[in-house]
């Protein structure tokens, strides 16, 4: 148990409020722990993520998930492994599934290449837990508004590839994914549902 959870879903589907309020949970209980993004969470994956949502910057789809995986690569290297190490909680907003749904579903590319990636850059470090918060796309595209980085500019139907790259992911072997539907529901709702999963799975590592 590497007490270790990940925020998956679409653009706009609320992961990062849902991080933020597991955090706050985890805190009042003395759980200590950290929260991460991808791409990001280091100076360098900081710096690889404005390349990669820069609107000015035309980039290949094999380059575009060879830049995740080395931000990934550097996140896990820096600071999840340590943090790992002192058996302290690790939230992370996007992981590996991100690649698999975006890069994979979203634009095409070979499933079992991007597996092979994702094991290389991760030495397979595998989360505990998985969330996919699932919204509709109409609804992601409202929440989304006016502005929108490169990612966010590839559009509906790119979208719809990725929201059932996700579903797909659900429904393979691994019982890590918890499938959270979140249209037509209150942020409280969706969080207590996370707690409660949370609570079962870690039992009795969990200070209560
Ligand atoms: P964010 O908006 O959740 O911070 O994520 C940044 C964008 O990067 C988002 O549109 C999803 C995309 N992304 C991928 O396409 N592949 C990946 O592996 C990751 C981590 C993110």
């Not at 929440?143 to 059932?164: A, H």
């Amino acid at each position: 148990m590497n007490k270790f959870i990940t925020f998956e879903g679409i653009d706009a589907c609320g992961k990062t409020t849902q991080i933020n309020l597991l955090s706050d949970f985890l805190k009042l209980k003395k759980n200590k722990n950290l929260i991460v993004r991808e791409p990001g969470g280091t100076q360098i994956s900081e710096k690889i993520r404005n390349i990669l949502l820069d609107n000015n910057n035309n980039i290949s789809d094999e380059t575009e998930t060879l830049l995740f995986l080395s931000a990934r690569s550097q996140l896990i290297n820096e600071i999840i492994i340590k943090n790992i190490n002192k058996n302290n909680f690790t939230l992370c907003d996007r992981y590996i599934d991100s690649t698999i749904a975006y890069q994979g579903y979203g634009r095409g590319l070979s499933l079992d290449k991007i597996q092979t990636l994702n094991s290389f850059a991760t030495g397979d470090i595998k989360p505990d837990l998985t969330f996919i918060l699932d919204i509709e796309v109409s609804e992601s595209i409202i929440r989304l508004g006016g502005e929108k980085d490169r990612m966010e500019e590839s559009g509906m139907e790119f979208l719809e590839k990725v929201r059932y790259g996700y579903q797909n992911l659900a429904k393979t072997s691994e019982d890590r994914f918890r499938f959270i539907k979140c249209m037509n529901r209150d942020i409280k709702d969706i969080n207590d549902e996370i707690i409660h999963n949370v609570k079962d799975f870690y039992k009795g590592a969990l200070d209560e």
